[in-house]
């Protein structure tokens, strides 16, 4: 009965590969987000998608691109990796409302990203 | 633009030691403030959050005031346990357009020693 689960938990790839990391959430939520974070455990937003529409993009380079398949479900896709990448990953999901506009955000357990 | 800065960690108490973490905020606007923490190895969980002037989130023992005359929202505890050590994060809330944006401070590592 997980919330906001992410696969794979580990991913350590070589430099140059492309790899991707899944997001899935069973709460219903119509919002979904990635955050990177770093080693020194700095936390910034990447992405954010609303009823599957993306509504934030940070200055990331453009190797990054998220996908949406549904509201369920926000993956990232990372072309070309660089050792730059390594970092920690979040999916985070929320559920926006008129009558709660602060509505809190579920984070998953992330997915720790080594590029070699 | 917006931004949020915490005290500098690692902070290190003895168990039962009162704790207070400072955060203090730049934003346009009013924002909402919240604190997350993060256990180790896993993903961040809300602990407790203020969203108007004056109010005061509180959540296990944890409490923080939202100060918009001195900008801050620093978190307290008066006696902390072993099971508090983790990173805590101090937080604000943006609307972007259509979006609500968390912008992160830096985290403090919380150690409690037994």
């Known amino acids: 009965d997980t919330a906001v689960s992410q696969t794979p938990k580990y991913l350590v790839t070589q430099m140059g590969n492309d790899k991707s990391i899944k997001c899935e959430q069973n709460?219903?939520?119509?919002?979904m987000y990635w955050y990177k974070q770093d080693s020194k455990k700095f936390l910034k937003i990447m992405f954010s998608y609303n009823n599957k529409e993306l509504i934030i993009n940070e200055t990331v380079p453009n190797r990054f691109s998220p996908k949406s398949p549904d509201k369920a479900h926000l993956n990232l896709h990372i072309n070309s990796l660089e050792l730059g990448d390594s970092a920690v990953y979040f999916c985070?999901?929320?559920?926006?409302?008129?009558?709660?506009?602060?509505?809190?955000?579920?984070f998953g357990p992330g997915t720790r990203l080594t590029v070699l | 633009g917006n931004s949020v800065t915490q005290m500098e960690g690692p902070v290190t108490l003895s168990e039962e030691a009162f704790l207070t973490i400072n955060c203090t905020y730049t934003?346009?606007?009013?924002?909402?403030l919240f604190w997350y923490v993060q256990y180790p190895g896993e993903g961040l969980q809300l602990l407790l959050k203020?969203?108007?002037?004056?109010d005061k989130g509180s959540n296990k023992g944890f409490e923080a005031t939202y100060r918009k005359e001195t900008t801050s929202f620093h978190l307290e505890k008066g006696s902390v346990q072993v099971s508090d050590s983790a990173v805590y994060f101090c937080a604000l809330m943006r609307y972007s357009g259509s979006a609500r944006q968390l912008t992160f401070g830096s985290g403090t590592q919380l150690t409690v020693l037994p």
């Open positions: 985070a999901s929320s559920q926006r409302t008129t009558s709660k506009p602060h509505n809190e955000q579920f």
């Open positions: 203020a969203t108007k002037a004056d």
């Open positions: 934003a346009t606007g009013y924002p909402s």
């Open positions: 709460l219903g939520h119509d919002t």
